[in-house]
């Protein structure tokens, strides 16, 4: 959370940055054309998202029983299962796990989770050097920055910027603006880094209970050599990515690339269970899988909250945010921005902190019509805004429940509803309000700043209705 | 260092609210459109070009022919095989011009000649995927993982009779479930990223060129 100090500041920011907002606009079009080529029969897209839904909604009915299925499966295969109850507990098991191998250098596939932990930092605190083989986020930890999409992390930089960010790290580099040379670049410069890193880190797409498979969606192939180079291979996932049979795969592959990024399917689909067995000549010799928990058990026993753990991260409720278009990912503040982001992160880290996000939403309903396993966003969204101002909070409630609650604000409402559930009252106050109008002050502060000074008309409705003839009854 | 705590702090925690209530997910082998052989070929090869894949169909015996000539023209000399069939093959019939390298070794022996050196692989594979435009591979021994990965080329031979509709075809059909190997990959196109302001680049980690000798 590097950019700005409040939300309002990263929002002001944001705005301000004419190229960047345009250059979200032009992805995020480009992106809903796209994923809208790839589903041009509307019944079988409803038919497959069903589809995406049941089988999310299964893994999670049942989601204990399969984490301790994945865990036996794995085990068997000879990949072996850490439990991490927060980042903390998640960096430590991964240090532990890279100082036990001795080893120094890291080569890492692109994971968001390992973002939600800070796991870069922290292996650097420890003398670790950690090198971010994904295209989008090489070129984001070049620039010292955090992702601002999840799928595609460097998405608000031009070429221009990038080409001058490589440039200026690897001076011997000639320098050029053209994208497939800038490319062959960052192949030259990350090769060494694969043939020399003594371990690998990646992310984990779905995690098979029934096969204990690990499986990883890419296109570039550094996820595929991060996990087949090194010695040792170290996932790392939510608790809530297991699915249980190898034939959920299949379909949730199919939704996960076209809703993503338009494609039919990834260049890369990658199934991992097991380490190098006697006789292969190639793969880690040691497998690791560390299933982290980090909030996710709390949203679990909220029952009304549950189904923003259905989430595969397409990020495809980003790409038809109307509100991210206009801000990017970085106003967020937070790992996972747009719509996904403004629900999970205030449930994950607790309304006091992260609540304002909730405000960032339209209610527009674009994302839940995107969404390939139909998690009703907007219901969510609106729901953490109930919470937000809870009176009490008990057990079920999030952490920060009620934080956002105002005594004035409150009171408004309350005066609100009693003058409204009164029609005495109601006439009385509608009386005064319009003959008073005159004297509602010329500016209304921050309220009026972006919209309208409100003035009540001269008449009530109920005098211009009964005046055209309207009865009381 | 597993953390026991952890796991059953979280297990726990979930325990509490999970309904245990079996699998009601749907597994049924999905009606596919019951495509030909040859639309099956067709469907393939039309999905592997829209992703810069380049698809050649050959007889059977062709495939070594198209080696011997297309490689040198292409100014490719360090070819990497496995020692499986192909493998055996390249090693008896390749022209004099072009230096073969088998993988027999662990990788820990040769990595740096693998990155460095190497500018095609010549690899099997199991079968392909029409209706996505991948080829299916399981890696073995006798063709290890790296073969898919590392060099700047690969040249994959499939046979026209594997080609399945859809993935989730061959996962139920195969029996995949039953068991699964160390690692098992599709493949769909050469590498490539729309990183840097989204514009498609080839290349950027896994192989530059993909080439795909549908045999059959």
Redesign the interface.
Known sequence: MKQGNTLSDRINNSLGKAQNRQNFRSAMSGLMEKRAAQFPDDEKLAKLRDRGREIRANSLRNLPYLLIELEKTLTENGIQVHWANNSFEANQIIVCLLQQNDAKSVVKGKSMVSEEIELNSFLEGHGISVLESDLGEFIIQLADETPSHIIMPAIHKTKKEIAELLHEHFPELPYTEDVDQLTQSARKILRNKFNQADAGISGVNFAVAETGTLCLVENEGNGGMSSTVPPLHIAITGIEKVVEKLADVPPLLNLLTKSATGQTITTYFNMISRPRQPGEKDGPEAVHLVLLDNGRSKIYGNSSLQEILHCIRCGSCINHCPVYVQLGGHAYGTVYPGPIGCALEPMRLGINKVGGLTSLCTLCGACEQVCPVQIPLPKLINRLRAESVLRRADYTSLIGAGSMRKPLESWGWRIWKWIYRNPAIYRVFSLIVTRTRELIPARMGRWARYRFNPKPARRTMHELAREAGFDNE | ????R??E???S???????????????KTPKEEGLSKEDRVARITQ?MEA?HGEVHRLLDREWMKWINTELPKRGYKHILVGSGDIGKIVNVEAMDSLQIHS??????EW??QL?NQVDVSITSTRGGIA????LVIWP??AE???M???PPVHVALLNAEDIFE???QM??EQK??KE????????????????????L???????KQLVVLILG
Do not use: C
């Open positions: 260092m597993t953390m026991s952890a796991r702090q979280i297990l925690a979930l325990q509490q609210y999970s309904e245990n209530g079996g699998y009601r997910g749907i597994v999905m992703v993988y027999t070794a662990e990788i820990e990595k740096d990155f209706s996505t435009g991948s073995t021994s290890p993982r790296l898919y990965f590392v859809s993935f989730e996962v139920i995949w479930s699964m190997p160390t690692n098992s990959l599709l493949v769909s196109g050469p590498s490539k990223t729309a990183d840097i302001q989204q514009v680049a080839y290349g950027v980690h896994g192989p």
